[in-house]
């Protein structure tokens, strides 16, 4: 093995028969190092060491390497192809060159003037636990290769370049635990979707930039996965058909957008994503799965123009928390959104386009907390707080849907705009204070147990197969017809007979057979504007309660009769029938009508107790109310 020792100014030209040199000494020289290819060009060398072209070479410095050459042609080591160990110094205008194949190690520092640190043209390993310092690129590597860091990498253009071409194998970088590579330019390149890994610390004007940018066709696959900290000026990381891995405690930040992730990708984040303008910017309708933190102080914490899939377990925040309709150029028409942790923002939480879906099971709260396009689909179970008195605005489509599941909290208005709210079952009784706006329909389903806050006037028709209650002092009134075979509940689910409950509920329109309404509190009252329509059961009416018929009154009041448990009040406008639950309180001895007065609504109210052997009427008329009389045994006297 020749080894060359002390100082020289002679540049150095390798032999076949110096396959595996070492310098221990000092050179500084410079000299003709032939034509090389440069991707599609050719270009003249100059060199302190030179390997001709077609012979691969090992060269060990342990000495100093230093090349006065003014251009970036001028090097300090050009090889053909060949392996390169470098101990101390290399500084030159270009540090190394090699055409060819190439293994290189650097544990010392190659300083590169005008030039690229390293400049490779072939397949390639690298790696790095010196410096490398470069005018323009740290590490040039035009084909896929892999390149380790374990020291410093600073440059005025791109730390790492690392090239690819079609079908060609991917290339990885690892930069380890400590290490940090800080550019002008990117921080990493990775002309196709290439493999990284970061544990240490990555910084550019762009952080990481991979995949198709700027570049002609090339495969998919590629993946980036942080550890630590990938920060840029303008975008921490901007990539396209490549995935991106954010671990917990992980940090991917930029000064404008965080992430911009273009076509082909997924995003799971674990750790903290931040941009001024977008946290992420997903131009590519691929997954984004956060259970991290996405963050943008001053934009939107994601923005979806493409319509893609959100499932948020961790926290989305910022002006906007998930924009996925406010570009005109590519206005979504679809989208998925599946929250199970926090959104928060300031102006809407979720800014949805047409026939989008969202499913909250967490907590999506701001000024309005959702927009959605029209015929979009909104499950909740959890919590959508509209701070700013608007909690859900659906844009008009006649598809629109709220599906609440029990358990659900919805804090504002809601606009349907022609949409339907749908009251599903759950584990728990749900709740619902309904300011809905431009309703449609309001469906319960099977086993589902609601309880609407009053008041709440409800404009919009009702499919009932569960539980509806109007609790305690509540006014319900529906304005349509009721169809289903649910049950309406005055009163509360827990009756007190000590503490009169006094809910109201006036039905405006006709009601199915198949419904019940039953009575559960005291001093209670149902009020049938559409007696005629009405066809469903009574059940557990007392004397405390009333049935109120506004349409009827003494004037045109003829006559009632009370059999099998259906009360008949025939009047010059028709015959109406109430059906009560079997059995009821009373019988055809003591329900009975005394209506008294023109114009006066028909009441049955309970007479005060008889004395003994004296009859006496058993309902009159007093405070427009229909209320039974517990069973005495009297006679009715008209």
Do not use: C
């Not at 009427?617 to 517990?630: A, E, G, V, Y």
């Amino acid at each position: 093995m020749p080894t060359i020792t002390g100082s020289g100014t002679t540049a150095i030209t390798l032999t076949p028969h110096h396959r595996l040199v070492t310098l221990t000494g000092t050179l500084n020289a410079t000299g003709p190092a032939g034509t090389y290819n440069t991707g599609n060009t050719q270009a003249d060398f100059t060199a302190a060491i030179f390997g001709p072209e077609g012979k691969p070479f090992t060269f060990v410095n342990d000495g100093a390497i230093t090349s006065p050459g003014a251009a970036a042609q001028d090097a300090g080591i050009v090889l053909a192809a060949g392996t390169i160990i470098n101990n101390n110094l290399i500084a030159a205008a270009t540090g190394i060159f090699i055409e060819g194949p190439a293994s290189i190690t650097n544990r010392g520092a190659i300083n590169a003037s005008i030039g690229d640190g390293i400049q490779l043209w072939s397949t390639a390993a690298i790696t790095n636990t010196g410096t490398i310092t470069a005018a323009s690129d740290g590490i040039f590597l035009a084909t896929p290769g892999a390149i380790l860091n374990a020291g410093l990498i600073t440059a005025g253009a791109d730390g790492i370049y690392l090239g690819s071409h079609i079908n060609a194998p991917l290339g990885t970088i690892t930069n380890q635990a400590g290490a940090t590579i800080a550019a002008g330019a990117d921080g990493v390149f990775m002309r196709g979707p290439d493999n990284l890994t970061n544990s240490g610390l990555i910084t550019g004007a762009t952080g990481v930039a991979a995949g198709r940018i700027g570049a002609g066709p090339v495969g998919a696959g590629g993946q980036i996965i942080n550890d630590a900290v990938i920060q840029g000026a303008t975008y921490g990381v901007f990539a396209a058909y490549t995935s991106v891995i954010n671990h917990r405690h992980a940090t991917i930040s930029g000064g404008a957008t965080g992430l911009f992730l273009g076509a082909g990708y997924s995003l799971r984040n674990h750790g903290l994503v931040t941009g001024a303008l977008y946290a992420v910017f997903d131009g590519g309708a691929e997954p984004i799965d956060n259970a991290g933190a996405i963050i943008s102080p001053n934009g939107s914490a994601i923005f979806d123009r493409s319509g893609g899939r959100v499932v948020n377990s961790g926290l989305i925040a910022g002006s906007l928390g998930i924009n996925m309709r406010l570009d005109p150029g590519y206005l979504v028409e679809t989208g998925t959104i599946i929250n199970r942790g926090i959104i928060l923002a300031a102006a809407a939480a979720i800014y949805a386009g047409a026939n989008s879906t969202i499913v909250n099971s967490g907590i999506i709260e701001a000024a309005t907390a959702i927009y959605a396009g029209a015929n979009s689909t909104i499950t909740d179970s959890g919590a959508i707080i509209g701070s700013a008195g608007a909690a859900i605005i659906f844009a008009p489509g006649a598809d629109n849907r709220l599906i609440l599941t029990q358990g659900a909290t919805i804090t504002g208005a809601i606009s349907l705009n022609g949409g339907t709210i749908e009251l599903a079952a759950g584990a728990e009784p749900g709740r619902l204070a309904l300011t809905a706006t431009s309703l449609a329909a309001l469906i319960i389903d099977p086993h589902a147990d609601w309880t609407l806050a009053a008041p709440s006037i409800i404009a919009a028709p009702l499919t009932n197969n569960g539980t509806l209650t109007d609790g305690p002092g509540g006014t319900i009134t529906f304005a349509q017809p009721i169809a289903g075979d649910g049950t309406i509940v005055l009163g509360g689910p827990t009756p007190s007979t000590a503490v009169p409950s006094g809910a109201t509920l006036t039905l405006a329109a006709g009601v199915a057979a198949s419904q019940t309404i039953l009575f559960t509190g005291t001093g209670d009252l149902l009020a049938l504007t559409d007696p005629a329509a009405f066809n469903a059961s009574i059940a557990g009416f007392t004397t405390a309660d009333a049935i109120l018929l506004p349409s009827l009154s003494g004037a045109n009041f003829i006559s009632d009769t009370f059999a099998d448990e259906v009360l008949a009040i025939t009047a010059t406008t028709g015959t109406y029938h109430l059906t009560f639950a079997t059995p009821t309180q009373f019988h055809q001895d003591t329900l009975a009508i005394l209506p008294e007065g023109p114009g006066m609504d028909i009441l049955l109210i309970p007479p005060p107790q008889p004395a003994a052997a004296t009859p006496q009427s058993l309902f009159w008329l007093s405070t427009d109310l229909l209320k039974p009389l517990t069973f005495l045994p009297v006679l009715t006297t008209l």
